[in-house]
């Protein structure tokens, strides 16, 4: 006689059929409502606007050569598709291609590649542009840091947005780190009187607003024209000569710098003229709100104490 299985031998227990149903169930329902439960990525920029993202930003445009080293600094430049002119630090952005510069922006190619987060400059970038961008649908991130600390926010802000949270947060401290240190070293030295000279044609300093005013600050400098309110005013020489500067700062490349302070030559008697306190700083380090000003800060910091020594 053969054996067959009996009916009974076949049946399950009802309840664990229903705790697997539920389970099924409630797997599904991950499943589904993971993206919709994921908490938005929200931050503030620097013109107050809010940037609300649904997802971190995987095709990134930036309209500014600061704003591709800051995307690099928090570890999203894999997810860079294009980049302004200039944006040539660090050595992987060099390779993108570029779609905005002193001309303008090409809107066109920005749209056909699709990003889902811009970057701006609104100090560079002309709001008319940036409205236009937002009007496909791209948010836009705007940049613009006027002091130390808002480097560092900016660093948070495009972790949380690009899904680099963590990097974003420790680039951010590692900034923080660096500025402490030189304020910490520099802060009770005797105050030098500096005039930071942006163009000579014509004759524009920085205000007291501008993120060089900071710097010259943190190496316990004065900038002469800290009171005036613009972020980058024009001055005459006059004004320069009455306020005395024992130190004439430019940002110049190209062996230029001596170039553009030759004019300080015709007042021998001002302080920086007769003790030859000239200082030619690299743009790249001084001029671009990235985690690098903290290199072009300690520089300058080391100049301005080689003339307090030199007094």
């Known amino acids: 006689m053969s054996w067959r299985p009996s009916p009974l031998g076949r049946a399950r227990d009802p309840h664990a059929v229903l705790r697997g149903l539920w389970g099924l169930l409630f797997l599904v329902l991950l499943i589904k409502l993971a993206p919709a439960d994921a908490a938005p990525l929200e931050v503030r920029d620097d013109s107050g606007r809010s ?63 699709r990003p889902d987060l811009v970057i701006a400059w609104t100090s560079g970038n002309s709001p008319q542009e940036l409205e236009a961008i937002e009007r496909l649908g791209i948010p836009v991130f705007r940049s613009d840091p006027h002091s130390l600390e808002a480097v560092a926010e900016n660093l948070e802000e495009l972790g949380v947005l690009t899904g680099h949270a963590p990097t974003g947060a420790q680039a951010a401290a590692n900034f923080r780190a660096r500025i402490a240190a030189l304020r910490r070293r520099y802060q009770g030295r005797a105050r030098v009187k500096v005039f930071y000279q942006v163009w000579n044609k014509p004759l524009m300093t920085v205000g ?102 030199d007094q």
């Open 51 to 113: 940037v609300h993202l649904a997802l971190p930003a995987q095709r990134i445009v930036s309209l500014a050569p600061h704003a591709t080293e800051l995307v690099f600094a928090v570890g999203a430049g894999a997810e860079l598709v294009a980049v302004s002119a200039f944006s040539d630090y660090p050595a992987g952005a060099q390779s993108l291609p570029q779609v905005g510069g002193a001309q303008g922006i090409d809107l066109e190619r920005i749209a056909r590649l």
């Open 208 to 309: 007291r607003t501008h993120l060089i005013s900071h710097v010259i600050e943190l190496c316990g400098g004065q900038n002469i024209f800290g009171d005036l309110d613009a972020l980058a005013p024009t001055v005459d020489a006059e004004a320069v000569i009455t306020r005395d500067p024992e130190v004439i700062a430019v940002a110049s490349d190209l062996g230029r710098g001596s170039e553009e302070l030759a004019l300080w030559q015709e007042w021998p008697r001002l302080a920086a003229v007769a003790r030859h306190h000239f200082v030619i700083l690299d743009p790249a380090l001084i001029t671009r709100p990235t985690p690098r000003i903290a290199d072009g800060a300690s520089l300058l910091c080391e100049d301005l104490e080689r003339a307090r020594h």
